[in-house]
């Protein structure tokens, strides 16, 4: 069974940074890619960023673009995503979630596991 487990969320004021991370287990980690994706109060879930397995190729939304990265730790079965400058309109519960595939992807039906996701609140 997998599990995905975030961490790192919290409340941060606007142009601040934060750190989430998602730890997982079950399925082979390191032959998968990995993305984050984020539901602000009213919206529906948007991608935010991507890792291939390897870690060798990532995507952005164009409204992270610059801001943030994700990166991966094989080893550790965990990946990160570095939030900086962030803006009020960031603000959103963050979710982890697994792919299907090896290489990067942006929809949200390319990815079998989801954890349950951890809240940033970006003040103004």
């Known amino acids: 069974q997998v599990q995905l487990v975030e961490s790192g969320g919290g409340l941060v004021q606007a142009g601040g940074s934060l750190r989430l991370s998602c730890a997982a287990s079950?399925?082979?980690?390191?032959?998968?890619?990995m993305g984050w994706f984020r539901q602000a109060p009213g919206k529906e879930r948007e991608f935010v960023a991507a890792?291939?397995?390897?870690?060798?190729?990532?995507r952005y939304a164009d409204s992270v673009k610059g801001r943030f990265t994700i990166s991966r730790d094989n080893a550790k079965n965990t990946v990160y995503l570095q939030m900086n400058s962030l803006k009020p309109e960031d603000t959103a519960v963050y979710y982890c979630?697994?792919?299907?595939?090896?290489?990067?992807?942006?929809?949200?039906?390319?990815?079998?596991?989801w954890g349950q996701g951890t809240q940033v609140t970006v003040s103004s």
């Open positions: 979630a697994q792919g299907a595939y090896p290489g990067v992807r942006t929809a949200e039906r390319s990815y079998d596991d």
């Open positions: 079950g399925r082979t980690f390191s032959s998968y890619a």
């Open positions: 890792i291939s397995w390897s870690g060798s190729s990532t």
